[in-house]
């Protein structure tokens, strides 16, 4: 049996990425409602923004944790597995992988300890400094590695010398044409997912009688959070698409299965692509609202794959498929927030026992939604690494050799099988514990006066 090293590398790329993803997906927008739980607390000196804020800090730390080990053996692939494509674009990516580290890894790493283990030692202020440089490394990680795919998707600011990419521009390189319209897209979905998460867990608390004030308080920061950035990611979303028409082409003729150029296009509900013969079977067409919806024009045209060779076509199917899966999920999102608010606003919100489940059943959503984003993104990118100058097959390690890859694959998977499970496990242990009572008093700090807390009233 002949065993495709390239193909293998893919495929275990692939599996660690979906995997991690998930990790940033949640980590990234905890940070920042950690931090305005921390800011809550130290303007309002409320305990239990204080309470709360622990308890999330808590699960941020597990999952901190899995995405440390999940996302250290992505570099050492570049080495092993994607050799050829390391070696021709060092000299880009390597400083903007590197800036990464220095500026947001070893910034989360370091103010992760202070919100941690300071919450009894540190003054108020410094315990709300730190949640803010968690969040702000989270967040400029999120910077700097969507810059570095970005690049990949739309390449600028670079000259090859020798098969080579060396920098012009590195402001040309690092704000490329598509990495704006990432950046807010890719955040604002983190941000979502973790809306669904804490929405869910507060419903969970409240059906089970734990914590509910605090309960009430995740229900309705979420709501708030949810009914602005749910709206906001449609209109970033069609933003994103017009600069895929712009600059890469083929891949959204694969998202909409476009294989002959149309003017006017109908949108494609759905349908099965057939890349042998060239078209999309049992589609279901809406006559030109894809060209209202891909140019802004009633009659805008919109090209097909055929105008390109086949050998610059991307996979179809998992780009058409992972499209509608996130759109899907987007609407149902939509759909949720806006019934939390239609029974808030008639005062039914922690009443209806069915919206309740319906929340924990979304809970989960917002993951999928991710891969479901990064599988169109990356898969519609194929056939290159660095899209329209590198391919993927001429970007692997020339060494390579099917059963190395295979082991190595093997030993991700069981991994990854035992540390996701366990880690989720641990989480929701946490989460049935409920969010703790009231903390012990803070020690007073030598030269600090303590200060009594001043508990409001309850929402």
Known sequence: MHLDPLFLSRLQWSWVIAWHIMLPAFTVGLASYIAVLEGLHFFTREEIWFRISGFWTRIFAVSFGMGVVSGIVMPFQFGTNWSRFSDATANVLSPMLGYEDLTA?????????????????????????????????????????????????????????????????????????????????????????????VLGVGFYLLRRDKSPEEARRMVRMALDLLIVLVPLQMLLGDAHGLNTREYQPTKLAAIEGVYDTEKPDALSLFGIPDDAAARLDDAVRIPHLGSLILTHTWNGEVRGLKEWPRTDWPPVWPVFFGFRVMVGIGLLMLATAITGWVLRLRHRLFEAGWYGRLCQFTLPLGFVAVIAGWVTTEVGRQPWTVFGLMRTANSVSPSLTGGDVLASLLLYMAVYLIMFPTGILFMAGIVRGGVPGEPEPQQPIEGLQPKTPVTGPAE
């Open 105 to 197: 890894f070893f910034l989360e790493a370091s103010f992760l300890g202070v919100l941690l283990f300071g919450r009894k030692l540190v003054p108020r202020w410094a315990h709300f400094f730190a949640a803010l440089m968690v969040a702000g490394g989270t967040l400029m990680s999120s910077f700097w590695i969507l810059s570095t795919n970005s690049w990949m998707q739309t390449p600028a600011g670079y000259k090859v010398v020798d098969g080579r990419f060396f920098p012009v521009d590195w402001l040309a390189i690092i704000f490329n044409p598509s990495f704006p319209y990432r950046l807010a897209h890719t955040v604002t979905a983190f941000y979502i997912t973790t809306g669904f998460v």
